[in-house]
């Protein structure tokens, strides 16, 4: 049977140690999104939503989601990260539907990947912009959250 590495020898959940690994450059780009009506999206891109500034709301949310990953994802090691930035892009759908692409980048120079900061980052700002425009519709669809690609580290680059 293999020995699961964040399961000690009681059974119990435990926390890597990762003292032995080498510091490098670590980066992590992870995607989200959410779809929105024409009127939502109007709002967000004039900044005439009753709550503010929806995007740079949801970008502030997203900064201090990566801060705090290890606060909210139990095996995660807090890290000193050295950059976060979360990026948007627009597509219009054929259905009078907007979809915000939300990237997040996030780096640090250490013994473990930022995969997770990346991923909570994204997935906070597309939840964010939920919270702030929820009012106007309830059924906005956040869509799919994943690891766009990664570097640094003992398992080497990835890219989706």
Request: with cysteine; hydrophobic share 35%; glycine share 6%.
């Amino acid at each position: 049977m293999s020995k699961f590495t964040h399961i000690n020898e009681q059974g119990n959940a435990k926390m890597v140690d990762v003292s032995n690994k080498a510091v490098t450059k670590r980066t992590a780009q992870a995607h989200s999104s959410i779809t929105v009506n024409e009127t939502i999206y109007k709002q967000i891109i004039d900044n005439t939503n009753k709550k503010g500034n929806v995007l740079n709301t949801a970008q502030i949310a997203g900064i201090m989601a990566a801060k705090n990953t290890s606060t909210i994802i139990p095996m995660c090691h807090p890290l000193p990260l050295t950059g976060i930035d979360v990026q948007f892009d627009w597509q219009t759908n054929d259905n009078m539907s907007y979809t915000l692409n939300i990237t997040a980048i996030v780096s640090t120079t250490g013994k473990t990947g930022v995969e997770m900061e990346a991923l909570t980052a994204a997935s906070a700002t597309a939840l964010t912009v939920y919270d702030m425009t929820k009012a106007v519709d309830k059924g906005m669809i956040i869509g799919e959250t994943y690891l766009e690609s990664k570097s640094g580290g003992k398992s080497g680059d990835y890219r989706r």
